[in-house]
Nanobody
Framework: QVQLVESGGGLVQAGGSCRLS????????????MAWYRQAPGNQRELVAA???????NYADSVQGRFTISRDNAKNTVYLQMNSLKPEDTAVYYC??????????????WGQGTEVTVSS
């Protein structure tokens, strides 16, 4: 079993910054793609940013230039540095990881979510 544990988040003023962390642990061979999604009230969950094991990153247009996704592969940890936050960034942020299991399967796991609220 693999667990994703998130940290960070909270209440931030517009224009401020916040950093989220997510660590994958458990029985697995490798963590491939790691990503952050978010879901605002009444909206569908959407991709914010993703990063592959070899460092290729992609971002939603709405966060391009403001958010940075990074990884520490040795620690199976992904970070999301969020700068110039806007009220519309308010959402529950979920960590997502594609893991190569001991059985050789690629399974996808989700964190429990961490709330980010941006006040205007």
């Amino acid at each position: 079993q693999v667990q994703l544990v998130e940290s960070g988040g909270g209440l931030v003023q517009a224009g401020g910054s916040c950093r989220l962390s997510c660590t994958a642990s458990g029985r697995m061979l490798r963590v491939n793609r790691m990503a952050w999604y978010r879901q605002a009230p009444g909206n569908q969950r959407e991709l914010v940013a993703a990063r592959t094991l070899d460092g290729i990153a992609n971002y939603a247009d709405s966060v391009q230039g403001r958010f940075t996704i990074s990884r520490d592969n040795a620690k199976n940890t992904v970070y999301l540095q969020m700068n110039s936050l806007k009220p519309e960034d308010t959402a529950v942020y979920y960590c997502n990881a594609a893991v190569l299991t001991l059985a050789g399967r690629s399974d996808v796991y989700w964190g429990q979510g961490t709330e980010v609220t941006v006040s205007s």
